[in-house]
Nanobody, 121 residues
Framework: QVQLVESGGGLVQPGGSLRLSCAAS????????MSWWREAPGKERELVAR???????DYADSVKGRFTMSRDNAKNSGYLQMNSLKPEDTAVYYC???????????????WGQGTQVTVSS
């Protein structure tokens, strides 16, 4: 079985920073793309950032220049550095990873349990 565990959420003032972590564990052969999504009350879950196995990244327009996603393949982990946070960044943040559990080319999508980020003065 595979698990994704997020950490690093919390309450921060506008303009502040947080760093989210996502650690994958279990039966893992390799991890392809990892991504962060967020879901605010009354809104649909949206893609915030994605990092491919080779390290290239994509960001939502609303976070470009403020958020940076990275990964540590040796630790099966992904990170989201969030700077210049705004109240509209308040949401539950979820980690997603496409994982190969064996050498066979089959990817499985896994989600973490979510971590709350609240930006408020």
């Amino acid at each position: 079985q595979v698990q994704l565990v997020e950490s690093g959420g919390g309450l921060v003032q506008p303009g502040g920073s947080l760093r989210l972590s996502c650690a994958a564990s279990g039966s893992i052969f390799s991890i392809n793309a990892m991504s962060w999504w967020r879901e605010a009350p009354g809104k649909e879950r949206e893609l915030v950032a994605r990092i491919r196995s080779g390290g290239s990244t994509d960001y939502a327009d609303s976070v470009k220049g403020r958020f940076t996603m990275s990964r540590d393949n040796a630790k099966n982990s992904g990170y989201l550095q969030m700077n210049s946070l705004k109240p509209e960044d308040t949401a539950v943040y979820y980690c997603n990873a496409n994982i190969r559990k064996t050498a066979a080319p089959n990817n499985y999508s896994y989600w973490g349990q979510g971590t709350q980020v609240t930006v408020s003065s």
